[in-house]
């Protein structure tokens, strides 16, 4: 029988204040990158007044990672070094890699209601140079698996029969949306040795067959060893994000937008940033 992953970690997160005067919940950061491996930093966005994020994030760099921004609901506008350009809808993922180095804006636009994520996902040692590119994920493009009382849709990885769609080069990740009705359980076969952790949008639900205790929501759930994530909805079901992937198991010198291997990695995209010289490629 295969094993059930238990709660090893619950984090709430705390108000911040990024980009331009953007209002936010850095759910995960600088303190959690070990226990989150290979995932380093998870934003979360709800609001129904545009004051808390019209200012959004103008022109700034990365290097090292990989951005991945999912809308549920709401307008963000972006362009970036290599020229691309464009609208993130509801529904539709961006999933961009820095690489050697880029340079963008993400400028989110009135909206009834903006809810969404940004996630940061760690390239390992060997690709942290890597070219950049930009990933653009419609949300037709979204395979959705219905099931009783569920719906799950995959945005990377796989789920069943159904492959995301999207595939990571360099880590291979997992990203589900998943809405179960009230009372429902689901269950999700995973990989052993893989971090799984899940982030609460909406609702809320119980992790162990054994344990009632329900989890609200705008909480991230991180999740020990084992082969099978399972959960039960609570009274008004519940909608999360699940994630999972490999741990690199590398060492992480983070500075600001840039996440490398050591200081002097840091130290050098930051000379290079100040002497213009910090993007390496068109992508093409």
Known sequence: MSRIRKISKIVTGRAAVDGAGVKLVRVLGHRDVEDFDPFL????????????????????PHRG???????????????????????ILDGDCQWMTAGSGIIHQEMPKPAERMLGVQLWLNL????????PRYGD????NVPIVTEEGARIKVIAGSY?????AFEGRYVKATYLDVLLDAGK???YKSEDGS????YILLGSGSFDPGQPEVIENKRAVLFGEGEQFWIKAGTEGIRFLLLSGKPLKEPI??????????????????????????????GG
């Open 41 to 60: 930093l998870l934003d979360a966005f709800d609001s129904t007044d545009p004051e808390d994020y019209v200012k959004g994030f103008p022109w700034h």
């Open 65 to 87: 990672i990989e951005t991945v921004t999912y809308l549920v609901s709401g307008i963000i506008e972006h362009g970036d070094s290599l020229g691309n350009k464009g609208e």
């Open 124 to 131: 390992p040692a060997k690709d942290k140079m890597t070219d």
């Open 137 to 140: 994920i419609r949300s037709e």
């Open 160 to 164: 069943k029969e159904s492959t995301g």
């Open 185 to 187: 359980e689901w269950s």
């Open 195 to 198: 971090t799984l952790f899940i």
């Open 253 to 282: 010198a983070w500075g600001g937008p840039i996440v490398m291997n050591t200081n002097e990695e840091l130290e050098l995209a930051f000379r290079e940033l100040r002497e213009d010289s910090f993007v390496k490629s068109d």
